[in-house]
């Protein structure tokens, strides 16, 4: 998957995140940001792949943010591997 179609992922995972009641404040708390940071990292890359890791620990949240979004369940974990910092494996 090419860069920008992995942003274009990142930030549909972001709106769907911004607009999730439940899943936003621990998203916040595990990040330290605030609603104000949601929109500065819009266009961060490192930021989008954030969002992504978030998302992509629960399946049930993959699933959901998939759904809503008409995408393959697929698509998040090969988006956030195209971002920076997705295709490093580090094993030490």
């Known amino acids: 998957m090419k860069q920008e179609m992995a ?3 990142g930030l549909q995972a972001l709106g769907w995140l911004a607009g ?3 899943l936003l404040p621990v998203f916040l708390g595990s990040t330290g940001g605030d609603v104000g940071a949601l929109r500065e990292g819009a266009g961060d890359p490192q930021f989008l792949a954030a969002v992504l890791d978030f998302i992509t620990m629960d399946d049930a949240w993959v699933m959901a943010f998939c759904d809503a979004s008409g995408l393959d369940y697929a698509q998040p974990m090969q988006a ?3 971002l ?3 295709g490093e ?3 030490t």
């Open 20 to 22: 999730n009641d439940d």
């Open 80 to 82: 956030r591997q195209a």
């Open 7 to 9: 942003e274009t992922i």
């Open 89 to 91: 494996v580090n094993w």
């Open 84 to 86: 920076p910092g997705g």
